[in-house]
């Protein structure tokens, strides 16, 4: 009974989401009694298969479980395509918010995922992440939607891409010929099936550009369409996106560096990343600043490639020393004289209007504290052939005044890893962080990243990309299929997988048996020796079933033998569940096994999944006066149950239950365990002796 009088709760839960995603400064931590507490009812929506031209709209439900008011501070989308509406700033203990989000699919097609960032005052986790998924449904396909050309000059040669456009409907299609895109770009459309699948081969040509003599060039804009007309009425016109940008062979970056008034009288460091693209080595011989007593010190990153030049203002330079600019000389032919302006950022322009209270901060660092600079935080390894892995070096400059700790590398998925890092550098220093790249199991595009964490007070969170065209000498969309359908609504379901070679030489494609019993497949060749289309279906009559008697998921390959020898297998992955129509999320509710002494409340959501709309009837826990709370969000589908556990309640009443009750044939009653933090470590594993 000692542990009823606790005055202190551990939110273990927030504690090791924050310990999962890295996020700074997010460790065990104790929260304080009249602190709020954001539970969101789910953390991703799948919209499912969605057609590209209509928007999607979901509200993200939130409830704060703790003593004070919740401020959910900003609201950030990954990208444009999921734009937050008016969301609930300000959501008093007890109560629930909601956060719509919009998704726009128009220029998406396929299996697609977008995050949105939450940003709240939750002590406990500050850093909310909300996923929306879909699949996304398009009468015509183009893969890719855009063809990149960064050529590095003096080194540009012609480079063809091809981008193939499918029929996804049974009329057939006409295309005509492109019009628009860069003038240094030539076209060629070819009929793979006639009325069905079209290949647009784009060649990008350096002696079509303005004035190749010159090299760099952005006297035209880099960046156009291509648009293809065809017989659909409800899409006249595809778009295929072009990009071409000659780069320099020797950059400089930044190509400026601004000073801010009010950044003078103390010692000012910067970093400016010298970089050959081209494939001679180049060497630094000097560098230099036109301003009397700047320290400039140059290391060598990577031998003949990647310079680091670190600059040293002293604490009496002024900003009636600018501007001024530094001069970089090396031994490149062309490039014998960099010069980076040094300038004097101007100050924001006044506002008429009232000024508006800025948002809460926190304090100014220290002047002793670290500061991480990146030479970069985006890196493009080009066209990669898709078994060879790739690294590279991220650097980062500690600029500050006292030693930088790298607490932790990240990467978002498995395929980047983090190979070694400089964990301690010292002021003016400069280190490395490692990073791996494995694209076998991707086609086309693809960009990862990888979050950094350190004792910069200022910025404890760096995101880092790579990026890559992965070339494969056979492509597989999609390379995964997945079927999901709700119980008691399950039927026979039909998907379709394209196989399609990139390289001269014939393929030809053996099927090897299924490891999923669940699914049949048949492969259909479309274009001998080069195109294929694999139809997979999945048979309700043929899935498994548990001890129990429903369902259980089924995972497995879909292998598929080639005569090519750089891929002789094709592995497609599958994954078959039939979903519950009705469901509690979670499904446990953990209780910290020390509890504070007033009132804790925890949330739970029921859905209904199937077609028809369902009524809960009672909602109760059978234990220590616990007060269950309904409220019905989405009338017959999405109910919330706010379990309000009294300041009385002791770990001496668990372990108990939620006992819900629903007029569903089915679903009559969900159970859903309440048990401390503490006894759900100690239980054994499931089928443990």
């Known amino acids: 009974m000692g542990l009823c009088g606790s005055k202190e709760v551990m939110t273990l839960a927030g504690t090791l989401m924050a310990t999962v995603l890295g996020l700074p400064g997010q460790g065990p931590t104790t929260v304080k009694a009249d602190a709020p507490r954001a539970h969101f009812a789910e953390n991703t929506h799948d919209f499912g298969k969605v057609k590209n031209g209509e928007k999607q709209h979901h ?305 100014q660092p220290p002047a002793d504290a670290p500061r991480a600079q990146f030479a970069e935080t985006s890196f493009d390894f080009g066209t990669l052939k898709g078994v060879e892995k790739q690294s590279h070096e991220f650097t980062v400059t500690n600029t500050g005044k006292a030693p930088l700790e790298i607490t932790d590398v990240k990467p978002d998925v498995g395929c980047s890893l983090a190979r070694a890092w400089d964990r301690h550098i010292e002021p003016g220093k400069t280190g490395t962080i490692a990073l791996e790249f494995t694209p076998v199991a991707f086609a086309g595009a693809v960009a990862r990243r990888v979050t950094v964490t350190c004792n910069d007070p200022v910025q404890r969170s760096h995101s880092l990309q790579l990026k890559a065209y992965v070339w494969r000498p056979i492509d597989v969309t999609p390379a995964f299929v997945h079927f999901m359908p709700l119980e008691g609504e399950v039927a026979v379901d039909t998907k379709k997988v394209r196989i399609v070679s990139n390289v001269d030489e014939p393929v030809i494609l053996k099927a090897a048996p299924l490891a999923n019993p669940a699914l049949k497949a048949e492969l259909t060749t479309i274009v001998a020796g080069k195109e294929y289309e694999l139809s997979v279906t999945f048979d309700p009559a043929l899935m498994p079933a548990s001890s129990s008697g429903s369902a259980s998921p089924v995972a497995g390959l879909l292998r598929l033998e080639t005569s090519n020898a750089s891929m002789p297998e094709i592995n497609i992955s599958t994954y078959v569940m039939i979903q519950p129509t009705v469901q509690a999320i979670p499904k446990q509710i953990d209780l910290p096994a020390a509890l504070i002494g007033k009132e804790l409340r925890q949330t739970i959501m029921l859905r209904n999944l199937g077609n028809t709309i369902i009524k809960v009837t009672e909602a109760a826990v059978a234990a220590g006066g616990v007060v269950v709370e309904t409220k019905e969000l989405t009338p017959g589908k999405v109910f919330q149950l706010t379990l309000v556990f009294p300041a009385t309640f002791c770990t001496a009443d668990m372990p108990t239950e939620l006992v819900v009750k629903t007029d569903h044939a089915k679903y009559p009653v969900l159970r859903v365990p309440v048990a401390s933090t503490q006894a759900a470590k100690a239980a054994p594993p499931a089928g443990s002796k």
Not at 259 to 282: A, C, N, Y
Request: charged content about 15%; proline content about 12%.
């Open 59 to 363: 509200e993200f439900v939130v409830t704060n479980e703790g003593t004070a008011t919740l401020e959910i501070l900003e609201v950030k989308p990954g990208c444009g395509c999921t734009p937050a509406g008016a969301f609930d700033r300000h959501i008093p203990p007890g109560k629930t918010g909601k956060i719509p989000i919009e998704f726009n699919p128009i220029n998406f097609a396929g299996p697609i995922s977008k995050a949105i960032t939450v940003t709240c005052n939750d002590p406990a986790q500050g850093t909310q992440l909300l996923t929306v998924k879909a699949n996304v449904w398009r009468e015509v396909d183009v893969n890719p939607a855009q063809v990149h050309f960064l050529p590095i000059e003096g080194e540009a040669v012609a480079e063809t891409k091809v981008v193939r456009i499918v029929s996804n409907v049974e009329q057939p299609l006409t295309i005509e010929a492109p019009v628009g895109g860069h003038p240094a770009l030539k076209t060629e459309l070819k009929t793979v099936v006639a009325g069905k699948e079209y290949e647009l081969r784009v060649t990008f040509d350096p002696e079509l550009l303005p004035d190749p003599g010159k090299g760099p060039t952005q006297t035209l804009p880099p960046a156009g369409a291509l648009s293809l007309k065809t017989s659909f009425a409800t899409l006249p016109i595809v778009n295929v996106g072009t990009f071409v940008l000659v780069q320099a062979a020797v950059q400089a970056t930044p190509a400026q560096i601004g000073f801010v008034t009010d950044g003078f009288g103390k010692e000012i460091r910067h970093t400016v990343m010298v970089r050959s693209l081209g494939k001679p080595p180049i060497q630094i011989r000097d560098a230099a600043v036109n301003v009397p007593g700047v320290a400039v010190e140059t290391k060598e990153v990577t031998p003949g490639r990647l310079y680091q030049v670190n600059l040293v203002f002293p604490a009496r330079f002024s900003a009636a020393e600018l501007p001024a600019e530094l001069t970089v000389g090396t031994d490149h032919a062309k490039y014998p004289l960099l010069r980076v302006p040094l300038t004097l950022t101007p100050p924001a322009v006044a506002s008429t209007s009232p000024p508006t209270p800025p948002p809460a901060s926190p304090p």
